[in-house]
């Protein structure tokens, strides 16, 4: 059984295999995880992105406030 790894780790390992895809190659079975992996972190950053966007909030000269959403 394949522990989950933490964001760290998974960090450490799509540049561990973007050092190696430019150094020696990638094997199938490598470059499978490396999709995964970016996958995940696109993903990470959209959710962290449309986080960061809902919590702005506009502030009018007649002091308004207008939440974007």
């Known amino acids: 059984m394949t522990k989950e790894m933490t964001f760290e780790e998974k960090i450490q390992r799509i540049n561990a295999l973007a050092h190696k895809k430019k150094t020696e190659g990638l094997t199938a079975e490598e470059q499978a995880e ?30 308004t406030t207008t939440i974007l959403h």
């Open 34 to 63: 490396q999709k995964e992996l970016y996958k995940w972190y696109l993903g990470n950053i959209r959710q962290s992105l449309k986080a960061q966007l809902d919590n702005i909030e506009v502030v009018e000269e007649t002091t």
